[in-house]
């Protein structure tokens, strides 16, 4: 089975620019998830989708932040405008329920800089 | 407080070593628990997930998880250089469908 797809793989901005994640789960995959994970930190999640819906985006700063997941399956992440802090890799993944409780498939992340 | 803690480390062993990496976590409602390994510039991985109290083994990996004093452990016996990591811990309240994660322990096997 192929894993959850991300790009890009990395990206450099400037602040106050915009800048857009992508994410394909893996095939089937209802949840999808988009995690931040800031440096010596563990993943903190920004927003949970079950389907095309949200199902939690209570830690998402939605003034700046916004995702959507068209057809429930691939989704995008944006950021505009980035601010410094929003240095961190954007971890996506997904999983079926009831097999999520296994734990997810995670994908190898998007490493975003802001300077 | 935080959901679940994790001493970050970095923790540096001989290979051959056996060790030991621990979390505490805080909800009682917390059900099913996880450790990920994460290498440089990957995404996590699942390496165990155990369900309530006990332990799970996989070759040289055991998960143990203690609800009465809400402490999760894994177990690595002869510690390789390619386990050298950072390991998370994570825990779920399934009818929540939320994990949360620790911190992670940065580990280092020395050849």
């Known amino acids: 089975e192929a894993g959850v797809a991300q790009s890009p793989r990395y990206k450099i901005i400037e602040k106050r620019q915009s800048v857009a994640f992508w994410c394909n789960p893996i095939?089937?995959?209802?949840?999808l998830y988009w995690y931040q994970q800031i440096l010596g930190q563990g993943p903190k999640l920004l927003i949970q989708?079950?389907?095309?819906?949200?199902?939690?985006d209570s830690q998402l700063p939605k003034d700046r932040f916004s995702a959507e997941r068209l057809k429930g399956v691939d989704s995008t992440l944006k950021i505009q405008p980035a601010k410094l802090e929003d240095s961190a890799v954007y971890l996506c993944?997904?999983?079926?329920?009831?097999?999520?409780?296994?734990?997810?498939?995670f994908g190898s992340g998007t490493r975003l800089t802001v300077v | 407080q935080k959901e679940v803690e994790q001493d970050p480390g970095p923790l540096s062993v001989p290979e051959g070593a056996i060790v030991s990496l621990n979390c505490t976590y805080s909800?009682?409602?917390?059900?099913?628990f996880m450790w990920y390994r994460q290498y440089s510039r990957k995404g996590p991985e699942l390496l165990m997930y155990?369900?309530?109290?006990g332990n799970k083994e996989d070759g040289r990996f055991t998960a143990q998880v203690d609800k009465s004093s809400k402490y999760i452990s894994l177990f690595i016996r002869d510690s390789q250089p390619s386990d050298s990591a950072t390991y998370l811990c994570?825990?779920?309240?399934?009818?929540?469908?939320?994990?949360?994660f620790g911190s992670g322990t940065k580990l280092n096997v020395k050849p």
């Open positions: 909800n009682s409602a917390f059900q099913y």
């Open positions: 095939s089937g995959h209802a949840t």
């Open positions: 989708f079950q389907n095309n819906g949200v199902v939690d």
């Open positions: 155990t369900y309530s109290s």
């Open positions: 994570a825990a779920l309240q399934y009818n929540f469908n939320k994990f949360y």
């Open positions: 993944a997904s999983s079926s329920p009831p097999r999520d409780r296994a734990g997810y498939t």
